[in-house]
């Protein structure tokens, strides 16, 4: 099992009352209102000091994404991160851009220099994440037509890896690239390049990329194993209907972890800043959620299939009922072997051999966070570390600059 520790950067001083005084966490939000610039530059250097510490814990990587115009995670720029974090990580850890929101690049060609360039400045330790993106993002910030979203980004997909493995200069002409020159300085470091990470929520056509290109596919979500065993079960079966072996590193999963000296201590130390994050940071009404066109019909019927579970994990944090939150899965809490123990049947069940752990949640402060992000590499990563050897399956999709780590500790 490979464990990355993926940070959100969300607004870690929102106001008591957020959610009854305004419309959404996306969008919408004030920013000169509620956004002060002064502890933003605080944030973020808590956020690169957490990224850095999970590096010299060993964590196999570390993980930053895209979002605009929110108070959820306000990294609207993962690649200046990752440029940080390539200079400030020695241990090697991968650096998981998931990662650049292709529909919103024109040229995509942006996307794969900035790839590029941190392919080679990290060593060959970029794993390039290509989102669909949310319909926040792409249709409401950036003003994209939803029904272009999904073209959007399978034309952006297939301009960057030309760029990355076409010698150049070429043409490109696509519906949304017009390109007469494609000729990127630098190539990527990794040939034929850096691998790629497809992340999303449940569309059946981000599986069948996957399928087709051999791509690795997380599953990024806040609700859980039990809501996430019927998204996967639908993955694995796409694999199965084309043909595509069940190697658990071809799938990931993001999951919210608090971990303490016991079960009990876990209650009372991180319950405040858990229900922070579902009461504001996921405070989002379905107007936002997904426009109109956004989603495909075969993903639409498949997510009514499903049954979304935010309504559970919204009554949960407004009632702060912490054992909902845990019997249910929203977040995976307690003392280090609690965890491990969870942990391991998660992947199990789900068949993942990438864990995206959350371990910076809501309002958690920076000490806090420092504590969870230790007792978890410490006392829980060498537990979960080996859940797959047992298989005998290869990572095809880690990247080849990244520091192998050394195989100790407690066997699963």
Known sequence: MRSIFFHLMPYRDLPADFEQRYESIWITPPNTELCDPRKVAQYYQWNLDELELADRLGFDGVGVNEHHQNGYGFMASPNLMAAALARRTPNNSAIMVLGNTLALYSPATRVAEEFAMLDVLSNGRLAAGF???????????????PTQTRPRFREAEELITQAWTRPGPFTFNGRYNQLRYVNPWPQPLQKPHPPVWLAGGGSVETWELAAAKNYTYSYLSFFGAKFGKKLMDGFWAKMDELGVDRNPFRAGFAQQICVSETDERAEQEYLEHVTYFFNKCLHIPSYFFEAPGYRTRKSTEFAIKTNQPGAIAAAAALEKNWKTLNEEGFIIAGSPSTVADRLIEVAKTLRVGNLHALLQIGSMPHELTKKNITLFAEEVMPRIRHIWD??????????????SRAVTGVQA
């Open 131 to 145: 989102p669909v993106g949310t319909s926040m993002d792409v249709n409401f910030c950036y003003g994209i037509p």
């Open 390 to 403: 047992a298989e005998g399956w290869t990572h095809e999709w880690w990247p080849s600059g990244a520091a």
